[in-house]
Every structure is written in C-alpha cells, then in structure tokens.
C-alpha cells in the first residue's frame, strides 16, 4: 500500500481544514486507517483510526469533538475534518495503514506528511 497526503497549510486557530490521503494497492480495503502527527521535538502521537466499513473510529481525546475521520473505499481515501484547530494542533500529520491501535509500530504502511500550521 502506497499513502499520499496532503491538504495541510497554513490556518489561524477556529479555522477548519480537511486532510486527505489517497491509498494505492490492493489491500486498502483490509487495512485499519489512521492519521497521526507529530510536532517538533515530540513523538509520533495518534489522532484517529477508522477500520474498513467505519464501524470502529478511535479519536484521541484532544481533539475529540473537534476531529472526525471518514473513509471512501470506492476512492481509495481517508480523510482528517479538523474543526476549530488550535496552535496545539501544530504538527506534521500522516496517514498510516495497518493492523491498528494507536501505536506507530502496529501501523505498516505511511504516507509522507502533510504540514499544518496554525497561528494564534
């Protein structure tokens, strides 16, 4: 599996943006998805997870309400809705599949990051 994300940019806090990441390969459809970030100086952190059907989402407590994540299949897709960002949000996001949890290492595949800035 191939990930390609982007629709990172440069926001002012209570702005919103979505992120999306386009999955190549045949086993797309069997992968939990998830979306991840880190910011400078701190470790990879999970932000969300969603499994094939979108029956189980897992949204990391800091931006619950504020985040969701949905998937396309027919597309190939997953996608970050990021509500009211805040300057905490900061950070490089990537999309990952895999096995699932909210660990980087039960994740097999990444994409390449796509950078959000937001501004106070």
């Known amino acids: 599996v191939q990930l390609q994300a982007s629709g990172g940019g440069l926001v002012q806090a209570g702005d919103s943006l979505t992120l999306s990441c386009l999955a190549s390969?045949?086993?797309?459809?069997?992968?939990?998805m998830g979306w991840f970030r880190q910011a400078p100086g701190k470790d990879r952190e999970f932000v969300a997870g969603?499994?094939?059907?979108?029956?189980?989402?897992n949204v990391t407590d800091s931006v619950k309400g504020r985040f969701t994540i949905f998937r396309e299949n027919a597309k190939n897709a997953v996608y970050l809705q990021m509500n009211n960002l805040k300057s905490e949000d900061t950070a490089v996001y990537y999309c990952?599949?895999?096995?699932?949890?909210?660990?980087?290492?039960?994740?097999?595949?990444w994409g390449q990051g796509t950078l959000v800035t937001v501004s106070s």
């Open positions: 990952a599949a895999g096995a699932g949890g909210t660990c980087p290492r039960e994740f097999e595949y």
């Open positions: 390969g045949p086993t797309f459809s069997r992968n939990i």
């Open positions: 969603i499994s094939w059907g979108g029956a189980w989402q």
